[in-house]
């Protein structure tokens, strides 16, 4: 982490850096939730986060940018190791490739279909197990894309809202990682998880 996004880790704060991209952070305890507008696949922190599908094996959206900037690697890597895939709710680390950061946790987030399906467990339950996986890697900053919030449908609103408490929950008991970052694609996801996390208590 560099001395300028530890400058920004201010709580509440909406701040402006680095090439006008919007930044907004809150503290729990000693750890951070940071939200940036970006890239996810550029991110040089120790673990990513993948929204990943069942069988593991690529796909479109931020799974599809993670694979071709990773590199055939990974999806070898994959195949070897899981070769059942991961069920709805759960994740797996791997290898980073040719990625900068060190490891890949790949979140299988639910599809939405209408939301008495057990979806807001399963989405709680994708974040949890890579808040879980990273704290067992050793990784001391995670990022985090907009799991199930693209071709998954799951509303913005409370997918955002659950992503935030599920983080804030497990940071609170745990302490760790040190930074959670959620790196969102758009202005307008951006604007949900600010909301999101200036209700979280
Ligand atoms: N960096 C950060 N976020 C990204 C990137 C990127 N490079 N590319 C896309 N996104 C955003 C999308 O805009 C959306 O807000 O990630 C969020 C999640 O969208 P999807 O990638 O569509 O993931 P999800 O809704 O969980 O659907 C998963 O999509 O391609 C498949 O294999 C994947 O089947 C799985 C399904």
Do not use: K
């Not at 560099?2 to 680095?18: D, F, K, Q």
């Not at 900037?69 to 070897?80: D, K, N, V």
């Not at 950061?101 to 279909?113: D, E, N, Q, S, T």
């Amino acid at each position: 982490m560099g001395r300028w996004r530890a400058r920004i880790a201010v709580e509440g704060a909406t701040l402006r850096y680095r090439r006008g991209v919007t930044s907004t952070a809150r503290s729990i305890g000693n750890a951070t939730i940071e939200l940036v507008i970006g890239d996810i696949t550029r991110e040089s922190v120790d673990a990513i986060a993948n929204a990943a599908n069942e069988a593991l094996r690529g796909g479109g959206g931020v799974d599809g940018a993670i694979h071709r900037a990773a590199g055939p690697g990974l999806l070898a890597e994959l195949r070897e190791r899981f070769p059942d895939g991961a069920p709805t709710g759960t994740a797996v680390a791997t290898g980073a490739h040719d990625l900068p950061a060190r490891w890949i946790l790949h979140a299988v987030g639910p599809i939405w279909r209408g939301g008495d399906q057990g979806e807001a467990e399963q989405l709680a339950g994708a974040y949890r197990s890579c808040l879980r996986l990273a704290v067992e890697l050793g990784a001391r900053s995670l990022a985090f894309p907009a799991i199930s919030m693209g071709i998954y449908g799951y509303p913005p609103h409370p997918a955002a809202r659950i992503a935030l408490a599920t983080v804030g929950e497990h940071l609170r008991e745990v302490g760790a990682p040190e930074l959670v970052r959620f790196v969102l694609f758009s202005e307008e996801t951006y604007e949900r998880f600010a909301d999101a996390l200036g209700e979280l208590t």
